[in-house]
């Protein structure tokens, strides 16, 4: 979504295109597990914070819960038997613990967390919606041409209507390091 004022550039987290010292905030969710390097990410973002700079980076949360994480997990299985597995990079990390000291040992002072926390009401079909438009889920240089239509049957084949909202309950938690 744009954000007025902001520009944005891609690129990778463990070389980012931003002088040392030049980025007044951080802002980091659901990431790191997808980065093999996932301790030079870090050192990339504690390189770019100015003095005074804070990062706020959460690990993840589950999308979905319930029947809609049912219905997820019975999407990415089609599309597995049928050839199309996710991107199954993992990073080796524990935990927040195991991050937070990481961001220790690059200098960074602990601040605290933050928690987010609603009920977000979501209908089967933006569950499949979502499922079959994010590209980056899947592993790279696969045709994802037949998701829609994986995603159509896997719907049609719910007992949840389609078109009902489901109430998802989601709480959020952010580490918080502040750059000296
Ligand atoms: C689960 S998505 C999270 C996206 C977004 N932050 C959110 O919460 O919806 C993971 C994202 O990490 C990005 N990603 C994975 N490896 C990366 C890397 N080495 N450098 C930068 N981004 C990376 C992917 O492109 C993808 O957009």
């Known amino acids: 979504m744009p954000v007025p004022g902001s520009t944005f550039t891609k690129a990778s987290a463990t070389a980012l295109p931003h002088a040392s010292g030049s980025v007044a905030g951080v802002h980091i969710a659901r990431v ?3 980065i093999a390097e996932w301790r030079s990410a870090l050192a990339e973002i504690a390189r770019v914070l100015a ?8 690990l993840g949360w589950p999308l979905y819960t ?11 299985d089609r599309a597995s038997e049928a050839g199309l597995p ?19 040992d690059l200098g ?3 601040e605290d967390p933050i ?18 438009a994010v590209a ?15 995603g159509a049957s896997v719907l049609a084949d719910s007992p949840l209507p389609a078109d009902t909202p489901v109430p998802q309950p989601r709480t959020v938690r952010y580490l918080v390091f502040r750059r000296r």
């Open 51 to 58: 003095p005074g700079g804070r990062v706020c980076l959460s």
């Open 66 to 76: 319930g029947p809609l994480r049912e219905l997820s997990n019975a999407f990415y």
């Open 86 to 104: 996710r991107d199954d990079v993992r990073a080796d990390i524990s935990g927040p613990d195991q991050v937070a000291a990481a961001l220790t």
């Open 136 to 150: 980056d889920r899947w592993r790279p240089a696969q045709d994802l041409g037949s998701l829609p239509t994986l």
């Open 32 to 34: 790191l597990f997808h």
């Open 108 to 110: 960074l002072v602990a």
């Open 115 to 132: 928690e987010v926390s609603g009920t977000l009401s979501i209908t089967p079909r933006e569950v499949i919606a979502d499922c079959v």
